[in-house]
């Protein structure tokens, strides 16, 4: 009921910020308020330029816990003198934005980030402080009913998050909510424009704060920062933010490259953004039966899935088996690294990764008829469809929603799950 509340709140302040542009526009930082941006130009782009630090930074106020009354009066014009409160009025009015409002202003900023090729550090510092305790309070196991659209891996490829995100806001006004499995990050050479995990990460915490109860980001194998110093995005961070090429360099250790004497942006940007993976869920239910996770099924989720539950956040960064949070906990890390495999007749450990289990037939089919469940969704391998029916039964699918991976022919796909049908929608590297 809390969580609900403030989730209201959350939305209301933020939709509220969203539908008054006033004529200075101003930016919260660390909780206060001050007006740093004076705008006077007209058109789109001002506009633009104008609405995105109000989405963000109402939100961060209200995030942060600060007192929402202020966010639902116009912000004062610095040139003329700011009136004295008038304690008797009455409270202010909440003004409750329409979820048509809300998905014309995520177009609105959706358009923006098709355009950029690199996010404002700020933008990306502020969507991350915005969405940090959004994510923190939702539980490790969701639990959700409606009609769902569910995708597969990203790994970079912004064109790809286009697709979905477009194919979502068309259907938003339904109450039509989207799933995410996870692998955000890193790869993405062969992506349009190149590797685009710090857009697709900003927009989708920009997304999950406008939609709360619209829009749901499991973790990834990826969403940690010791493999994804590996695979990708700590070259992008570098590369966009401090003009560093660190691409083939051996990353033996996580603290050689950045850490406390490490400050500048790139790097800020990298570890801000990790820290938020943190945060995010493990697994999903849908209606009650569909079960969806970015690796597979563990061995310790056999007789009871809500153990998920009991997995608390933040789960810092793993190593593997070693002593941080994550590598101790041997159920977040198959969850996120398991793979299906048919000629396995019991879980064994997925020595190619290294991590995680295999898992058969039968252990989906047990995992199944023990819940009551009819399928598993999960990603976390290249399908040349963008989606495969694993043993051919129905039983458990994999979803990829990353077109032309490695460079590869294949297609991605997203998962259309309603309450009474599911079906897949492919798409190519054309948005
Ligand atoms: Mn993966």
């Known amino acids: 009921m809390k969580k609900k509340i403030l989730s209201i709140l959350l939305s209301t302040a933020l939709i509220s910020q969203i539908g008054m542009i006033p004529q200075t526009s101003a930016v919260y930082a660390g909780g206060g308020r001050r007006n740093v941006v004076q705008c006077t130009q007209s058109g789109d782009e001002s506009r633009l330029s104008r609405v995105l630090p109000w989405v963000i930074g109402g939100t961060l106020t209200a995030a942060a816990g600060i007192v929402l009354h202020g966010l639902y009066h116009s912000r004062p014009d610095p040139a003329k003198p700011v009136p004295e409160p008038e304690p008797e009025k009455s409270p202010p009015v909440i003004r409750i934005q329409t979820v048509s409002k809300r998905i014309a202003e995520a177009k609105v900023i959706l358009n923006r980030y098709e355009s950029l090729d690199t996010i404002p550090a700020d933008e990306v510092y502020q969507a991350c402080n915005a969405v940090e305790s959004v994510l923190r309070d939702e539980p490790s196991l969701l639990t959700r009913d409606g009609n769902f659209i ?33 692998d955000y990050v890193d790869k993405g050479d062969e992506a349009p424009g190149g590797p685009q995990g710090v857009k697709i990460v900003t927009l989708l915490f920009i997304l999950k704060v406008m939609f709360p109860d619209q829009v749901f980001l499991l973790r990834g194998n990826h969403e940690d920062i010791q493999q994804n110093i590996m695979c990708g995005f700590y070259e992008e961070c570098k590369k966009k933010y401090d003009g560093v090429d660190v691409s083939g360099t051996q990353y033996v250790r996580l603290n050689q490259y950045f850490g406390e004497n490490d400050t500048v942006t790139g790097t800020k940007v990298y570890d801000r953004i990790n820290s938020v993976f943190n945060n995010l869920s493990l697994a999903a239910v849908i209606n009650g039966s569909t079960f969806c996770v970015h690796g597979g099924i563990s061995p310790e989720i056999m007789s009871d899935f809500r153990l998920i539950e009991s997995i608390s956040k933040p ?13 101790r906990n041997k159920l977040a890390m198959d969850l996120l690294w398991s793979d299906p495999k048919d000629d396995v007749t019991k879980f064994e450990f997925n020595a190619p990764r290294e991590s995680g289990q295999f898992f058969g037939p039968s252990q989906v089919d047990d995992f199944l008829s023990a819940h009551n469940f009819k399928c598993i969704f999960r990603a976390h391998q290249m399908a040349t469809d963008g989606y495969n029916d694993v043993f051919g039964d129905s039983h458990i699918f994999t979803l990829f929603s990353a077109p032309n991976y490695g460079g590869a022919k294949n297609q991605g796909a997203m998962g259309i799950i309603n309450v009474r049908s599911m079906r897949f929608k492919r798409f190519s590297n054309t948005v």
């Not at 979502?168 to 339904?174: G, K, R, Y």
């Open 315 to 327: 789960l810092v960064s793993f190593d593997r088996g070693g002593e941080s949070p994550l590598g």
């Open 150 to 182: 569910v995708v597969g891996d990203l790994h970079s490829n912004f064109e790809a998050l286009l697709f979905v995100i477009r194919r979502f806001l068309a259907e938003a006004l339904n109450g039509t909510q989207i799933l995410f499995l996870g």
